[in-house]
């Protein structure tokens, strides 16, 4: 932010003189503001140069922009991610309550009152989700709007127990396949596979495109992961086998829905009812990126290559499946320290 220049006009009125103060910023509007006596007028002068944070602030005053509408911007110009329907459906929480305060008057107090108004059934891991969804809106004011401070920077994360990381066991998995194959819905078991053998996202998958596959590198290419960047699922085999099934559709989308071609099946209602068929319990969509994850960990893959499987950006994320690294710990402590005497 770049200070340029204030003056002080004297202006005569019913009541004698008043002074008015301008104050020109680069790539901010003018500050204009009329005093009764020019030694105020001087003070306010002297308080904006002073300080950086609140001449800018005062500036950004004028805005008229709510947040309701500030959400509806940054979905159409800057959201890049692929769970776009998650990140509205958390970010409508923040709207409900937020929604018709401008930007600029919206405080840390006002998020943490928001926080604390999410439904207590939520576990903390989830509640930081809902934080990190208002906080990059927040950070899309900054860039676009000049908005000085971002009010969820400094409210720290909830604490998180990764502990358990649910997998799904050998028998599971079988049990699993064999109900997805007899689901209603033709692409179950197609996508579970996908899920299991790519470690990718619900997101993700569910947003493929018939162009995103190449048949004959055996590769899938998604255009935005979670993080904004674009990222290479290796197919096995028995995906091979699976898609061929399927590459001669219509549709544009690999998980179409029937009503609407253009948008993902919603497949909530089969994946529950193939759940209860299978005797699984306390199991979700995600956690099958956890069992790709567990079964490389116990297959002997190092963390760091989990990490570049998942599309971790860091190694901590990835730290939830060392307890399983066992057997590349083994090998590597006896190839390296095997012979020490």
Same mark, same amino acid.
């Given at each position: 932010?770049?200070?340029?220049?204030?003056?002080?006009?004297?202006? #005569?009125?019913?009541?004698?003189?008043?002074?008015?103060?301008?104050?020109?910023?680069?790539?901010?509007?003018?500050?204009?503001?009329?005093?009764?006596?020019?030694?105020?007028?001087?003070?306010?002068?002297?308080?904006?140069?002073?300080?950086?944070?609140?001449?800018?602030?005062?500036?950004?005053?004028?805005?008229?922009?709510?947040?309701?509408?500030?959400?509806?911007?940054?979905? #159409?110009?800057?959201?890049?991610?692929?769970?776009?329907?998650?990140?509205?459906?958390?970010?409508?929480?923040?709207?409900?309550?937020?929604?018709?305060?401008?930007?600029?008057?919206?405080?840390?107090?006002?998020?943490?009152?928001?926080?604390?108004?999410?439904?207590?059934?939520?576990?903390?891991?989830?509640?930081?989700?809902?934080?990190?969804?208002?906080?990059?809106?927040?950070?899309?004011?900054?860039?676009?709007?000049?908005?000085?401070?971002?009010?969820?920077?400094?409210?720290?994360?909830?604490?998180?127990?990764?502990?358990?990381?649910?997998?799904?066991?050998?028998?599971?998995?079988?049990?699993?396949?064999?109900?997805?194959?007899?689901?209603?819905?033709?692409?179950?078991?197609?996508?579970?596979?996908?899920?299991?053998?790519?470690?990718?996202?619900?997101?993700?998958?569910?947003?493929?495109?018939?162009?995103?596959?190449?048949?004959?590198?055996?590769?899938?290419?998604?255009?935005?992961?979670?993080?904004?960047?674009?990222?290479?699922?290796?197919?096995?085999?028995?995906?091979?086998?699976?898609?061929?099934?399927?590459?001669?559709?219509?549709?544009?989308?690999?998980?179409?829905?029937?009503?609407?071609?253009?948008?993902?099946?919603?497949?909530?209602?089969?994946?529950?009812?193939?759940?209860?068929?299978?005797?699984?319990?306390?199991?979700?969509?995600?956690?099958?990126?956890?069992?790709?994850?567990?079964?490389?960990?116990?297959?002997?893959?190092?963390?760091?290559?989990?990490?570049?499987?998942?599309?971790?950006?860091?190694?901590?994320?990835?730290?939830?499946?060392?307890?399983?690294?066992?057997?590349?710990?083994?090998?590597?402590?006896?190839?390296?320290?095997?012979?020490?005497?």
């Amino acid at each position: 932010l770049e200070y340029q220049m204030a003056t002080i006009q004297k202006l #005569k009125n019913k009541k004698g003189f008043s002074y008015r103060v301008i104050i020109r910023n680069k790539g901010l509007r003018t500050i204009s503001k009329t005093f009764p006596r020019r030694q105020l007028a001087s003070q306010f002068i002297h308080k904006m140069e002073s300080n950086r944070q609140e001449r800018a602030l005062y500036s950004f005053k004028n805005d008229t922009t709510t947040f309701g509408e500030l959400v509806i911007e940054y979905f #159409k110009n800057d959201y890049q991610g692929s769970e776009a329907a998650h990140q509205k459906a958390r970010t409508q929480h923040w709207v409900d309550l937020l929604g018709d305060r401008y930007i600029v008057d919206i405080t840390t107090s006002d998020i943490s009152y928001a926080i604390n108004k999410l439904p207590k059934t939520l576990s903390n891991a989830t509640k930081n989700r809902y934080k990190a969804a208002v906080s990059v809106v927040f950070s899309y004011a900054c860039r676009q709007y000049g908005l000085v401070l971002n009010p969820v920077k400094n409210i720290r994360s909830l604490p998180e127990n990764n502990a358990r990381t649910r997998y799904l066991s050998n028998d599971e998995r079988s049990r699993l396949f064999e109900a997805s194959r007899i689901s209603q819905w033709g692409k179950l078991y197609l996508l579970v596979l996908l899920a299991i053998t790519t470690g990718a996202r619900r997101g993700e998958l569910l947003s493929l495109e018939w162009n995103d596959i190449d048949f004959d590198r055996k590769l899938a290419y998604v255009k935005t992961s979670k993080n904004g960047e674009p990222k290479v699922l290796p197919l096995t085999e028995d995906v091979m086998t699976e898609l061929e099934k399927f590459k001669h559709q219509i549709p544009v989308l690999l998980f179409n829905s029937e009503i609407k071609p253009n948008k993902p099946f919603e497949f909530r209602k089969q994946w529950i009812k193939a759940l209860k068929e299978a005797e699984i319990e306390s199991f979700r969509f995600h956690d099958l990126r956890h069992t790709c994850a567990s079964y490389l960990a116990q297959s002997g893959a190092s963390l760091l290559e989990i990490a570049d499987v998942l599309g971790h950006k860091q190694i901590s994320m990835t730290a939830r499946y060392s307890h399983l690294c066992v057997d590349h710990k083994q090998k590597l402590i006896s190839r390296v320290l095997g012979n020490i005497n």
